[in-house]
């Protein structure tokens, strides 16, 4: 069995460790991400050391990591980032009475930043237009096919993101049995060809960050969103085009449903934290009313 790297890490701020990690999980057969009935969170990730896995779990109000493999120390390294430890609130203001509401009441909600791109690129292209089955599906597949195994005595089945020059091998035949279609296909080869370009979004952050990212045809401003909220914990970075988004934020902020220059009107006086703002909603909010049936997924296997 591989040597294993240890690190503990106590933060000085309230830590709910499950409620913190669940943006960076893909569903719960995410094949890179898996909590077990003990407790402990498993991830599986490309470094630019190697591939790696690292086990978190909390004991009182500290968090113990234990990683294996050639990206262990890189992954025990950004340990704290990862759990929030440099998402800075402090100038945030609650303009609205739900919001103020929201943040006695959840103290615990901080931004993820993992510092990398490319693990958080895939699986945000893959849920562009689409529903979260489908996507889920669609990233399973290609975990399970082209990743890496998770180094280390990590629970079974459990395989790291496909590297970019995976991705770049993966023929025509695999991607249409994968559930992936063309445009979500060319946007992730793309950015595979540049990959190494793309991680310095994560050192630029902020606005800089995610134009980077659109820089690759395919990629726009809800999948540059998505990234950089869990790249680099960004605060601002809000998902324009998003099927659900705008309408949970007029609901809980204006009463009605808005459409995304709306939501961009009513979130405007909270910038630089409007993502921050999505987030309380997303988390403690009233909702938003449900009309007609569920959006039936749709099987590109089929087509």
């Not at 489908?134 to 790291?160: H, I, K, Q, V």
């Not at 449900?290 to 087509?303: A, C, H, Q």
């Amino acid at each position: 069995m591989q040597a294993s790297r240890e690190r503990t890490w106590r933060p000085d701020f309230p830590l709910q460790l499950a409620a913190l990690l669940r943006p960076l999980r893909r569903g719960p057969a995410d094949p890179a991400c898996v909590t077990t009935p003990a407790g402990v969170t498993w991830f599986a990730a490309n470094t630019p050391a190697g591939v790696g896995t690292l086990a978190l779990r909390r004991r009182g109000g500290t968090v113990h990591a234990t990683a294996w493999g050639d990206g262990a120390q890189v992954l025990l390294d950004g340990l704290p980032a990862m759990l929030g430890a440099e998402d800075d609130d402090s100038d945030f203001e609650a303009h609205h009475p739900l919001i103020a509401d929201l943040r006695k009441r959840i103290p615990t909600l901080r931004l993820n930043s993992t510092g990398r791109v490319w693990d958080l690129l895939v699986p945000s292209v893959l849920e562009q237009r689409v529903t979260g089955t489908e996507a889920r599906r669609s990233w399973r597949d290609l975990c399970r096919r082209y990743g890496t195994p998770a180094p280390g005595p990590a629970p079974a089945g459990m395989f790291a993101p496909p590297t970019p020059k995976a991705v770049e091998a993966i023929p025509d035949w695999a991607w249409h049995r994968a559930g992936v279609d063309l445009a979500r296909r060319k946007a992730i080869v793309a950015a595979a060809r540049v990959a190494h370009r793309l991680e310095k979004a994560a050192e630029l952050r902020g606005r800089a960050g995610r134009d980077l990212l659109r820089k690759v045809p395919g990629i726009g401003f809800w999948t540059a969103a998505e990234v950089a909220q869990r790249a680099w914990g960004d605060a601002d970075a809000v998902s324009v085009g998003d099927f659900h988004i705008p309408g949970l934020v007029g609901y809980a902020l204006l009463g009605r449903k808005v459409d995304d220059d709306g939501m961009l009107e009513v979130l405007r006086p909270y910038a630089p934290h409007r993502h921050r703002v999505v987030r309380y909603i997303e988390a403690g909010g009233p909702g938003k009313p449900r009309y007609g049936p569920r959006f039936s997924p749709r099987d590109y296997r089929e087509i």
